[in-house]
T-cell receptor
Framework: GAGVSQSPRYKVTKRGQDVALRCDPI?????LYWYRQALGQGPEFLTY????????KSGLPNDRFSAERPEGSISTLTIQRTEQRDSAMYRC???????????????FGPGTRLTVL | AQSVTQPDIHITVSEGASLELRCNYS??????LFWYVQSPGQGLQLLLK??????LVQGIKGFEAEFKRSQSSFNLRKPSVHWSDAAEYFC?????????FGTGTSLTVIP
């Protein structure tokens, strides 16, 4: 596609429910990144993929968070048993090249605003 | 540990005035440095980046930034601000597999 898209754009859920956030990267982009952005803060790295392989998940806060990218394109970030502290903007980014992300330009999606009641 | 500091949470400038947004980083090796802009309802857009070479880098929308190793800084500048520049600006450092972002500076432009 023309840019990175994310769905839903807004998600309101009750505490204890599971949520799945979707990211559709730019067509042909190899790397895909997930970030969490709390209000008034910068994006915080969660995890990233090269193709379908999850390269680094050190930023995932706990085992309720997981991500997959089974065919090397669309990715899903899943949060199980949501808690109020999970409320944030979740951003996805993709990059044309594989490898480490420190020199590849990342193109960001508009984000999914998650609110846990 | 890597970190990025943007000391100014919010800045207000008049349209046509010059702008400088401050960024300081902490990183043991040669950093890869970035400035992103975030407009309401939009994703982050890359303004410019520094990898090596000339320490003054030019970006889109008339922005530039200067890398100063001695001061561990990468300040963003624009000589004449336009109303459309009102947004949130994030400085980031690339380290290993990750980007580390600052907390952002919100820019308001008054007519």
């Amino acid at each position: 596609g023309a840019g990175v898209s994310q769905s839903p754009r807004y998600k309101v859920t009750k505490r204890g429910q599971d949520v799945a956030l979707r990211c559709d990267p730019i067509s042909g982009h190899v790397s895909l990144y997930w970030y969490r952005q709390a209000l008034g803060q910068g994006p915080e790295f969660l995890t990233y993929f090269n193709y379908e392989a999850q390269q680094d998940k050190s930023g995932l806060p706990n085992d309720r968070f997981s991500a997959e990218r089974p065919e090397g394109s669309i990715s899903t970030l899943t949060i199980q048993r949501t808690e109020q502290r999970d409320s944030a903007m979740y951003r996805c980014a993709s990059s044309r090249l594989p490898g480490t992300g420190n020199y590849n330009e990342q193109f960001f999606g508009p984000g999914t605003r998650l609110t846990v009641l | 540990a890597q970190s990025v500091t943007q000391p100014d949470i919010h800045i207000t400038v008049s349209e046509g005035a010059s702008l400088e947004l401050r960024c300081n980083y902490s990183y043991g090796a040669t950093p890869y440095l970035f400035w992103y802009v975030q407009s309401p309802g939009q994703g982050l857009q890359l303004l410019l980046k520094y990898f090596s070479g000339d320490t003054l880098v030019q970006g889109i929308k008339g922005f530039e930034a200067e890398f100063k190793r001695s001061q561990s800084s990468f300040n963003l500048r624009k000589p004449s601000v336009h109303w459309s520049d009102a947004a949130e600006y994030f400085c980031a450092v690339g380290a290993g597999n990750q980007f580390y972002f600052g907390t952002g500076t919100s820019l308001t432009v008054i007519p």
